[in-house]
């Protein structure tokens, strides 16, 4: 038994480091110069960090990331929960059919919206702003199905207690479900910001400003102006690579036992 347990403690380290070695040759890289880099050496420096923050402006791709990411997922969860308590929740008429449409938004690839996104914000005069980067991100069905699922696993008696009291059903949702829903908001929370932080094509299409580019575009545009001689500068790539995972693995770490329970509760019910 003991064999056992230290067998698979060995394999799950194992596949730990095959998984986080390409993260972990990007930070190593990213603290040498150039120079020694493709000359084989290693010189230690924190000037690609500098460079990457003073020269190349990625302290306002990051706040534009920051901004754009934390809005789309909280306006994101507002309606995906108030949307899933409705379809837990109530009996109207069409519910279903509705619920149906939600879930078939699942199936569209997002590519195919693309134009019909671009045009109507360009009626709407909201290109290049930070309104249609956001926009065009706040319904997500796949959380409104998660929370709906999670929610019909809460006993109806809760509900009616409360009406009981004299609540109204926003009093309900707020004071009721979504504290014990809060597992699978945080989970639907996380999954929402990696989606919008990591978003590449949208930001390209909306935005030309420079001012307003995310740090996925910010990146692309450090790759492309950086070949000199031929080469490019790696170390600078990775220093601004790692930059960009960073507030990603907070996040993680904030969050991972409510994303955990979540995830496995949502797949119980």
């Known amino acids: 038994m003991r064999h056992d347990l230290a ?11 095959i998984f986080l070695s390409p993260v972990l040759y990007s930070i190593w890289m990213s603290f040498q110069t150039a120079s020694s880099y493709y000359q084989g050496g290693f010189v230690a420096t924190l000037d690609n960090y500098w460079r990457v923050i003073s020269e190349y402006n990625f302290a306002r791709y990051l706040f534009n990331s920051l901004l754009v990411s934390g809005l789309v ?55 290049d702003s930070y309104a249609g980067l956001i926009l065009p991100a706040i319904s997500n069905g796949f959380a409104a199905f998660f929370l709906r699922q999670y929610m019909r696993g809460i006993p109806r008696a809760l509900d009616e207690a409360a009406y009981m009291d004299g609540a109204t059903p926003l009093q ?20 929402i910001f990696l989606a919008e932080w990591n978003n590449y094509i949208w930001p390209l299409v909306a935005v030309g400003k420079e001012d307003l580019y995310t740090l996925q575009l910010g990146l692309a545009r450090l ?23 960073l507030p990603v693995l907070l996040g993680f770490v904030l969050v991972e036992r409510h994303l955990v329970r979540g995830i496995t509760m949502g797949a119980v019910k």
């Open 172 to 191: 309900v949702l707020w004071r009721v479900i979504v504290p014990i829903s809060r597992p699978a908001i945080f989970s639907m929370g996380l999954y």
């Open 7 to 17: 067998l698979k403690s060995g394999l799950a380290l194992l596949a730990g480091i």
């Open 223 to 245: 790759y492309s102006i950086n070949p000199g001689e031929g080469l490019i500068d790696w170390p600078l790539v990775m220093a601004a690579s790692t930059l960009t995972i």
């Open 73 to 127: 997922t909280l306006a994101g969860l507002a309606f995906a929960t108030m949307a899933a308590f409705a379809f837990a929740r109530f009996d109207f008429k069409g519910r279903d059919l509705l619920f149906g449409l939600t879930v078939a938004t699942l199936m569209i690839p997002s590519h195919i919206t693309l134009i019909p996104n671009y045009l109507t914000l360009a009626s709407a005069g909201l290109l």
